[in-house]
């Protein structure tokens, strides 16, 4: 595929408008190249600079300090805009809220600087899209434009074009305008539906907000306990802590209003989703009775003699990490159910009730475009993910109750659905397929992972795949033997340079200067250290199994191109 349009985007802050605006621009009718949909793979090859050669267009997403590491030579933002300056495309900035140029940059980006950009408005998104598309040179594709359309669209283009035919233009463009004012609710009636959700909403919030703060304080407690578990009456405390605690969850629980049949049956005639308001509240419940759960198998940490300490701090710091995870996946459930539900109908729920429910809304920016809402999800559904698998792997022979199986039969779930929505396709391309590998290792399902290396190979047959695609398949068949489920793969060099002394093809890199190598953005930390010399631990596959090598490499030799082995999921 050619495409018109390159979007260079920093991963930290600017992924989401990146996403958003490669959506918004593929429906407007372009192509537009945007390397893993919310799974970048990190990976930086020459490939990149094939696809910014051939289009017209580059967008760059400038998120706060996105720039800063543009001092490394090797920084991968840096290596895509300063060819797409050198090749004279039209290099359009997109300035993201809180961004800011910073005093120096290097000199083959500062030009950089001097181009004409464009402010990101989250709250007008479509309206931003469209007007960036005013800044293109490139024209979009009336066939990608026909094939987006759904039937609904077509027959209102149809109609339109009636209204022309005959001589409709004003009263085409007066409603056009108005209904483009007018937002939900409409009627005096909708006004009342909306109000009496919200009381809905707001009551369920409450009582969960009640029963998260009650866990959020027996997670610490059992925090407490660990630390000095013989202090005099430690263990009688904490026990009563928790069954307070516990007994305080319950209550919550039990308040619980459930959406009434006739408010049910109005729901249908209204913009507001009903599926959805009933799916919040089933989650609400769900997640307390995890709550609960997750007490019990505190009080079992506290009595296990033989887990380590380590270990236990583990666990409970997984707990804290879902309690911090839901909180953002309830707000955005509430953000999606309001969205089409106009500023001042909300107002008092926004401004008031909201504040009021510290462990649902923490600072969280509401959103006012549907797709946006839906990318901002899938990062948190990436991370209630890789918890799970963490929590899952944890186990213990004292554990004769399990507690902790309800995480394993939510983890089989998630497989399953993982399964059907990231299996690769044949009209994947290459970096679409890396990156749902990515996201099978997250889920520990390495079968799917070979499967999708598989299809890579069939879709990428340059020399350099071909010889690190079998040793990254051994290396996900022999993860067991290993223990090691991360790192980065060496995957080709600079072009038209030497090759580096000690890097060979399919070496992946797992530990530098002491610290472990996940992604590539751990790469970049470690390096920006570095001063003359660093060392280095790699496996290296020896035809049969893999060998760890270490050993100290100096600053300053060839550039080497990386391939991630596992997911980047924003903290």
């Known amino acids: 595929m050619k495409y018109d349009v390159f979007i260079c985007y920093r991963r930290d802050g600017g992924e989401y408008t990146a ?4 959506d918004k621009l593929t429906d407007l009718g372009y192509k537009v190249f945007f390397d893993v949909e919310s799974l970048r793979s990190g990976q930086f090859n020459t490939k990149l600079f094939s696809v910014i050669d051939e289009c017209e267009d580059f967008i760059s997403v400038l998120s706060p300090k996105s720039l800063d590491r543009c001092a490394n030579d090797d920084d991968w933002v840096r290596l895509e805009i300063g060819h797409a300056l050198k090749r004279g495309k039209n290099v359009i900035p997109v300035l993201l809220r809180g961004f800011q140029f910073p005093q120096y940059l290097p000199e083959d980006i500062n030009n950089l600087r001097y181009r004409s950009g464009i402010e990101a408005s989250t709250e007008f998104f479509d309206a931003f899209a469209k007007r960036l598309s005013e800044f293109l040179k490139s024209k979009p594709h009336i066939v990608n434009i026909i094939h987006k359309q ?16 005959f001589g409709a233009v004003f009263s085409i463009n007066k409603f056009y305008h108005t209904t483009r004012q007018t937002a939900f609710p409409y009627t005096k009636a909708d006004k009342i539906i909306v109000n009496d959700v919200i009381d809905y909403i707001s009551e369920n919030f409450k009582y969960a907000n009640v ?17 000095n578990p013989t202090e005099s009456n430690a263990s009688t405390t904490f026990q009563f802590d928790l069954k307070y605690m516990k007994e305080n969850i319950m209550e919550a629980s039990e308040n619980f209003v459930t959406l009434e049949d006739t408010l049910s049956a109005k729901l249908g005639s209204t913009n507001l989703p009903k599926d959805k308001i009933n799916e919040v509240t089933i989650y609400l419940q769900q997640r307390i009775v995890a709550m609960l759960q997750n007490i019990d198998y505190m009080t079992f940490l506290a009595g296990d003699t033989q887990m ?3 270990m236990k701090a583990q666990i409970l710091n997984n707990f804290q990490e879902i309690l911090d995870i839901e909180k953002d996946i309830i707000f955005y459930d509430a953000n999606e159910i309001f969205l089409e539900v106009n500023d001042v109908a909300l107002d008092e729920f926004r401004t008031e009730t909201l504040p009021a429910i510290p462990y649902i809304f ?3 920016e509401w959103r006012d475009d549907k797709d946006e809402i839906a990318a901002i999800m899938e990062i948190y559904n990436s991370k209630y993910m890789k918890v799970c698998v963490e929590l899952s792997s944890v186990s213990s022979p004292n554990d004769p109750e399990n507690e902790l199986q309800y995480l394993t039969d939510e983890l089989a779930a998630l497989r399953v659905e993982a399964k059907e929505k990231f299996k690769p396709l044949e009209s994947d391309e290459p970096g679409m397929i890396w ?3 990515l996201r099978f290792n997250t889920l520990k399902m390495y079968d799917m992972c070979i499967a999708c290396l598989e299809m890579y190979n069939e879709k990428d047959d340059t020399e350099e795949v071909d010889t690190i695609i079998p040793i990254a398949i051994e290396y996900y068949k022999q ?11 060496v995957g080709g060099y600079e072009p038209d340079k030497p090759h580096h002394s000690f890097y060979q093809l399919g070496d992946i890199l797992i530990e530098m200067n002491g610290n472990k190598i996940r992604t590539f953005d751990d790469i970049e930390a470690a390096s920006s250290d570095i001063n003359n010399s660093y060392q280095v631990e790699v496996l290296r596959f020896n035809g049969s199994g893999f060998d760890t090598v270490a050993v100290e490499l100096q600053k300053g030799e060839a550039k080497i191109l990386y391939y991630e082995m596992c997911e980047t999921i924003d903290e």
Do not use: R, W
């Open 19 to 22: 996403k958003i605006l490669h």
């Open 150 to 165: 759904s039937l609904l669209k077509k027959i209102v283009i149809l109609m339109i074009a009636i209204f022309v035919v």
């Open 211 to 227: 029963a998260m703060s009650e866990y959020d304080s027996a997670i610490i407690s059992c925090y407490n306990y660990l630390d």
């Open 308 to 310: 380590p300490l380590s």
């Open 362 to 364: 923490d600072g969280q």
């Open 435 to 437: 990156g749902k590998m």
């Open 479 to 489: 993860i067991d033997i290993t223990g090691i489920d991360y790192g980065c793969m």
